[in-house]
């Protein structure tokens, strides 16, 4: 475990004295990054109206009761624990 330790020890000394390794890309032209969007969104499977509304509706429902749930908790939260603080 020491050696290892050592190891390590000597790496890290090494890594710190070299310093930060500079890391240069080559940057794509702006025609070809848009030209490979271009490609990449013509292999998305896009949804159809009809999947894109009932999507939509199943979020608009789940978030009506989500924030009913919510509500109804926090407004009974509130009465039972005034409540409490009011009886002493």
Do not use: Y
């Not at 050696?3 to 930060?20: F, I, S, T, V």
């Not at 919510?70 to 009886?87: E, M, P, Q, Y």
Request: hydrophobic share 35%; charged share 35%; aromatic share 8%.
């Amino acid at each position: 475990m020491r050696r290892l330790q050592q190891k390590e020890d000597e790496r890290a000394k090494r890594r710190r004295q070299e310093g930060p390794r500079p890391r240069r890309r080559e940057r794509t032209p702006f025609r070809q990054f848009i030209r490979e969007v271009r490609q990449e969104l013509k292999k998305v499977a896009w949804p159809t109206h009809q999947e894109t509304t009932t999507f939509t509706v199943v979020v608009m429902i789940v978030t009506v009761a989500v924030t009913g749930i919510t509500f109804g908790l926090d407004f009974g939260f509130k009465r039972a624990i005034l409540g409490v603080l009011d009886s002493l």
